[in-house]
């Protein structure tokens, strides 16, 4: 498929692909609009809507998150990411749950808006979180869940087919081997 050709919904899923070194376009207000109305539509538990959404385009905010997030790489040329956090103060047991789905809908939102993102890890591991809590004083009841590092790939990957039959059972339990 044409990288530049507009996509399907289908088409979203099966060639997004994670990216972690972008071009400096930046990513225009309006684009930054939809994503967040798309993370603003995922579905969440007992419609008890706990996200929210901090948006950080500030380079030297996220070259702190770096000094404590190994695995960040793709915030060093992200134009800006998007930290989804819940409320847990506003939810039950299920807000990791409606955090990552928040965090999917905007990955495939950028990926319709032709821009390209990268998922970073940040609960469940508490380092992260508490000192994600400190740099950006977050209230107690609020937790950060994921980073969304946006922007435009520097060189696009292709997708990859990466379905696996002996991962799929019917009815019952098969085993594959
Ligand atoms: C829960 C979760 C946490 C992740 N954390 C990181 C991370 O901290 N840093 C990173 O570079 N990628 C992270 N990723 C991206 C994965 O490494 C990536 O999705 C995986 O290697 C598959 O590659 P693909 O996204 O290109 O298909 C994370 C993905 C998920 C779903």
């Not at 507009?6 to 070194?21: G, H, I, T």
């Not at 684009?31 to 901090?54: Q, V």
């Not at 990955?107 to 319709?112: G, H, M, V």
């Not at 004083?137 to 520097?154: C, K, Q, T, V």
């Amino acid at each position: 498929m044409d990288q530049n050709s507009p996509c399907s919904a289908l088409d979203l899923v099966f060639k997004r692909r994670s990216c972690r070194v972008f071009t400096d376009t930046p990513i225009t207000p309006e684009e930054l609009d939809s994503i967040l109305r798309a993370g603003c539509c995922a579905p969440t538990s007992k419609a008890l809507y706990p996200c929210h959404f901090l948006v950080v385009d500030s380079r030297s905010e996220m070259q702190k998150i770096c000094e404590y997030h190994n695995m960040s790489k793709a915030l060093v040329t992200a134009p800006l990411c998007v930290i989804t956090c819940a409320d847990t103060a506003r939810s039950w047991a299920s807000w990791r749950d409606d955090a990552a789905a928040a965090t999917m809908n905007m990955s495939l939102c950028a990926e319709a808006l032709g821009l390209n993102s990268c998922w970073l890890g940040v609960y469940p591991r508490i380092e992260r979180v508490n000192r994600m809590k400190e740099q950006f004083s977050l209230p107690d009841s609020i937790i950060p869940y994921s980073i969304l590092a946006l922007g435009h790939a520097d060189s696009p990957k292709p997708p990859l087919g990466r379905f696996d039959p002996s991962c799929v059972h019917y009815n019952r339990w098969q085993r594959n081997s």
